[in-house]
């Protein structure tokens, strides 16, 4: 077939474009959706509360306690306790916001404290807001060191500052109350350190039965465990505490009346010695209650050491020597210290100030 008969036998095809639509316009609402309402239905979360994608925060812990005993609050017997802050120690908590569904999922799965105490604060806070947490600390667990109580302190502020809630002593006392306490049982006063106060705390009511307004006298510790295989159930020192007779009771209360008032007198003159001591003394107390393994040969060693005093844990057994951080051996004392401690076959044994301020990084994205 010719070329040119084959240009005869083509056909063509014309393109054909569609008509330009007329765009449909909605019309103006009059009352705007806000720009925090949630598309899916939840419970509207204020602007103030609005979270960022993702937050780390460090919450440190404490080293056992200056002070510990019963003594007589609202008629009733009550174990109060003075904390020592330990900002060595810390539990690092990120949380991130679940874009669907609600609920805590938590990394390490074992952290079932710490997933109680988030559920509780989003049903108080942000109802129907889900996060994701991931916790990793090096606090030494059962010994006395606050690892449950930084867990749940730790991933309670996280969600606070991811929902973007500013908090204050009254929230953070509002915290201990009804989300940490309710979450772990007794726990520690970590939330109230950061404010620069010292507390005597009710641990296992959560009450704050008193705040001083007068920061501990600055000190050097070197904190360590003398019976590593040992862990103390707080819970069967409470039953235990729950059958002693009225004496036992009376007697305890009695005896550790005076180490109160010497703490209270010290620590109002500012006196690092006079608190140590105390700790000491309270610690003696407190070895019918609660033993530390070789506490007698821990408390000859204090002054040959050069240590102001010894302190150790109301339920567990933690304990660590506290020097005086502006004493020109101090280095020698601390590695005297040291040396005595590995000779018992000591564990977890560390320095810290017990006046570091806690650091907290938040807002890490």
Known sequence: MA????????T???????????????PPNPLPRAPWRSSRGRKPIPPQRRHPRRVLRIQTTHWGEYIQG????????????????????YTRVTAIPQRRGSGVVCFPRSKAKAVTAAQLLLEKW????????????????????????????????????????????????????????RAEGPCDPLALLSWGITVLWGSRTGNLVKAYNTPL????????????????STDALAQAQAKADEREIARDIDAFAPVLAAFESSLAAGSARGVAEAAMYSGSLNQRRCPIKHWDRLTRLTPHLGA?????????????????????????????????????????????????EPTFWRNQR
């Open 3 to 10: 070329l040119d008969e084959s240009d005869t036998t083509r």
């Open 12 to 26: 063509h095809t014309t393109r054909t474009h569609k008509r330009p639509q007329p765009s449909k316009q909605r």
């Open 70 to 89: 019963l003594i007589v609050h609202d008629g009733k017997p009550l174990h109060a306790l003075v904390t020592v802050p330990d900002a060595s120690l």
């Open 126 to 181: 942000a109802p129907g807001v889900g996060v994701a947490l991931w916790l990793d600390s090096n606090i030494p667990e059962g010994v006395g060191g606050g690892s449950s109580s930084a867990d749940c302190t730790g991933v309670a502020f996280a969600i606070l500052d991811m929902l973007g809630v500013e908090t204050t002593i009254a929230t953070n006392l509002e915290l201990l109350r009804e989300v940490i306490f």
């Open 217 to 232: 006298p600055p000190m050097y510790a070197v904190g360590f465990v003398t019976d590593p295989t040992r862990t103390v």
């Open 308 to 356: 102001l005093g010894l302190s150790c844990s109301h339920s567990g057994t933690a304990a660590a020597f506290l020097f005086d951080p502006s004493d020109d051996d101090l280095d020698e004392r601390i590695a005297c210290a040291t040396s005595e401690l590995r000779a018992l076959g000591a564990a977890h044994i560390h320095e810290f100030r017990t006046d570091s």
